[in-house]
């Protein structure tokens, strides 16, 4: 129960400081990109936020499941749908 609790208080958290910064849908709307350009930057955004996403799971000290669901979501907020 514990754990659980810690989880979900961790997921909170991390929510909250990457929705401080522009998710890479909302980023390439704004500059109007399309066509290989959007491409090209969807895929570069994609992966500095997995870079974060991913050091933020070690600074959190996750490891195994927790990690993997963090990490995730991370990556699916900070990329937008």
């Not at 500059?31 to 974060?52: D, I, Y």
């Amino acid at each position: 129960m514990f754990k659980q609790l810690l989880m979900v208080s961790l997921l909170a958290c991390s929510g909250a400081a990457l929705a401080q910064e522009a998710a890479c849908t909302a980023a390439a709307a704004e500059k109007k990109l399309a066509g290989a350009a959007k491409s090209s930057f969807m895929t570069k955004c994609e992966k500095e936020v997995a870079a974060r996403c991913e050091l933020a799971s070690k600074d959190k000290k996750l490891a195994g499941a927790a990690k993997n669901s963090f990490e995730k979501k991370c990556v699916k907020d900070g990329v937008g749908a």
